[in-house]
Structure formats: C-alpha cells, structure tokens
C-alpha cells in the first residue's frame, strides 16, 4: 500500500499564524500566488503544487465560516485528504465549486476602511487619552435603504456577471474569480437611480467617534477601530476605521524607545562649584543634584521618569545631558576674575582632560 502524504497545514502554506486578519491572509496569498504562478514558472512542477496549495488554502481561510470549521476540525471538516466530491478536480474546479456554494456572500461587498490621521501631543502620547474625532463618511441612503434604486423595480440582474457578482478571469492553466467591475460585486446594475443619493446607495455624513489612545503610544501608531468603516453593499460588512497617530514634537523632550532625553545648560561655576539644578520632567519639575567638576556633555539617569510601558510594567527612564555654557558678554569684573582665575589654574591644575590632550600633543611632536 502506497502511504498517502499527510495534508499540510492550511495556515503554515500561506506562512502566517493562526490568528493572523483577514488582510494579513490576503497578502500572504498574493504574495505566494505571484511567487509561484506557473506563468513565471513554466515547467516547474514544484511551483505550480504549491501554487495549487495556495490556493485551497487561501479558499477555506479567506471564508469566515470555512475557516471557523478548519479551525475547530481541521481537515476533517472538508473530508478525508484525496476523498469526497473534491477528488481528482484542480484548483479551479474546486474554486468554481465554492463560488457556486458561496454565490449569495460572494455578492456582498465590504465597507471601505476609513483613515484618520489624528494629532496629539508629546504628553497626551505619554499617559494616554480619549479623543473625540470628527470625520466624513458615508452611510446606506435611507430613501433607498442602500440599493440605490428608486423602488424594487429599479434593479436588475447585472449583465456582466449574470447576477453572480464575479467573473472568471483565464490566467494560464487556470481560470481565477474576479470581482465583477459592472456591478461592483453586488450582482444587480440601478437602472432607475434613487433621487437622493443619485443611484450610489450611500450618502456623505459627518461622524463623532471617542477613541482611546493608550499610554506609550508612539507616533506612527495606528489604532484600528474593528467595523467603524463605510458600510458594506448588500448585507456586506462594514468596513474599519484606521487612526494613524501623529506625534507633536516637544521643545525640551525627546523620545528614544520608552526612555526620554533632555538637554539642560548649567552655567561654568555650577559644573565646577557643583549645584542643585531643576530639571523638567513629564511629570513636572524635579530636583537634581550636579556634583562639582561635572563637564559638558555628562549624563545623568533620573529613573522611572520616562514613558509608561503600561501593563502594569515600569516605565522608562529619563536621560539628562549637561551642556556646560561658556559665558558672553563678560563684564570688566568678570573678564578680570576669569583672567586671574586662568592664571591660577594654569594648563595642568583643575583641567585634567586639557592636561591629557597636551601630554598627547607634546609626545606625538616631540615638543
């Protein structure tokens, strides 16, 4: 008896997991389908196996209902690897087989995602916040209830699909399903148009949504709000609506991972003397202590003080850099006072890094 191959795992052909979206699912598809289509590799029977995989795959997974009961049966949900009514059929036979089984949802069209692109600032991205938004979309006209017909009689069947919503595209040994471009998926053309909405089926609203923005949201974020979309055709679902976050920049802060970075000036005698110095933080000001002979460029930790991981795990710190600045504008005591106090110091007194640089310069010249 020859030993059947045991039918590989829908999700692992497509190459995502198992609780990867709807449009996750449909990328991976495409990708494998244009990777592996026999048209790019002609003779290659390896290729056009796992173009076929692809596919059946991509047929069950893209189903809500086909993929719920993969989910829970596996493979049994469909029958016994090479049994049942799919025996012997290619790819194209078994997809022409579902869209016949799957006519009636195959004419419903999605909602169109909706994108927001939402401002907030430096802080709010911090600790979080909900924010109400305003923006336009579209609705089922309520004179038509959607059809965008007049009246029931204003409908028929679409010419270019037959009412099926799709037609059947060659590409190489295969014939592939394609969204009808006469009706849009539904099925039915409007020959009598509704008045209101002028034969759309949908008109332009404006929409309030709360939206919640969680703590350490960084810019860039998308938020997806499930089903917030357009309406779908047809009993269709709607679709989602995409918040994109944009960050305000801060004049004092800057953010690195969960951590936040600030520059400070500290006058000459607060470097050399040391001084409590105060820093600001998200949180406001704090105390930070700047020990005597602090130079330009050091940078001190003032832990917890960055942003919140959220999660009920710490939050990052925050990074103080000490820039040491140079006086101008001296007064003819205070050139007097820096001229007595170089006299003093000299080259090799209270300048370790000068008396370094020097040693260097001096044994590299010989001088």
């Known amino acids: 008896m020859v030993a059947v191959a045991a039918k590989r795992d829908y999700y692992d052909i497509l190459e995502v997991a198992r609780d990867a979206t709807d449009a996750e699912i449909k990328r991976a598809f495409r990708q494998l389908a244009l990777r592996h289509h026999p048209d790019k590799n002609p003779d290659d029977r390896a290729a056009e196996e796992r173009f076929k995989e692809a596919n059946e795959a991509y047929a069950v997974l893209s189903d809500p209902d086909k993929r719920a009961a993969y989910d829970r049966f596996g493979h049994a949900a469909f029958g016994a690897p090479g049994t049942g009514p799919a025996a012997g059929f290619g790819v194209s036979d078994v997809l022409d087989n579902f869209l016949d089984l799957l006519g009636r949802k195959r004419r419903q069209a999605a909602g169109r995602d909706l994108r ?20 336009p979309t579209r609705k089922d006209c309520d004179a038509c209830g959607g059809s965008g017909a007049k009246s029931a009689s204003g409908l028929r069947v679409c010419p270019g699909c037959a009412g099926r919503g799709e037609i059947r595209v060659k590409q190489g040994l295969f014939t592939l399903p394609r969204t009808c471009t006469t009706c849009g998926g539904t099925g039915k053309v409007v020959i009598d148009p509704c008045g209101r909405c002028e034969g759309t089926g949908l008109l332009r609203v404006e929409r309030e949504f709360a939206v919640r923005i969680p703590s350490g949201t960084a810019d860039g974020d998308v938020r997806r709000v499930p089903r917030e979309g357009e309406p779908g055709r047809g009993g269709g679902a709607p679709g989602d609506l995409h918040v994109v976050v944009r960050v305000k920049p801060h004049p004092l802060f800057e953010r690195q991972g969960f951590d936040v970075v600030c520059d400070i000036p500290v006058s000459f005698p607060q470097a050399a003397l040391g001084a409590q110095v105060d820093v600001p933080t998200l949180d406001g000001k704090v105390k930070m202590r700047i020990p005597e002979g602090t130079q330009s460029g050091k940078t001190f930790r003032l832990r917890g003080k960055g942003i919140p991981r959220g999660g009920g795990r710490p939050r990052g710190d925050q990074h103080v850099k000490v820039t040491v600045e140079t006086p101008t504008n001296l007064t003819a005591r205070q050139r007097e006072l820096l001229e007595e106090l170089a006299h003093e110091t000299g080259e090799a007194i209270g300048y370790p890094r000068k008396k370094n640089f020097l040693d260097k310069v001096r044994e590299l010249f010989d001088v």
């Not at 927001?116 to 923006?135: C, Q």
């Open 116 to 135: 927001y692109t939402l401002e907030i600032s430096f802080e709010e991205a911090a600790f979080g916040i909900e924010k109400r938004i305003h923006f």
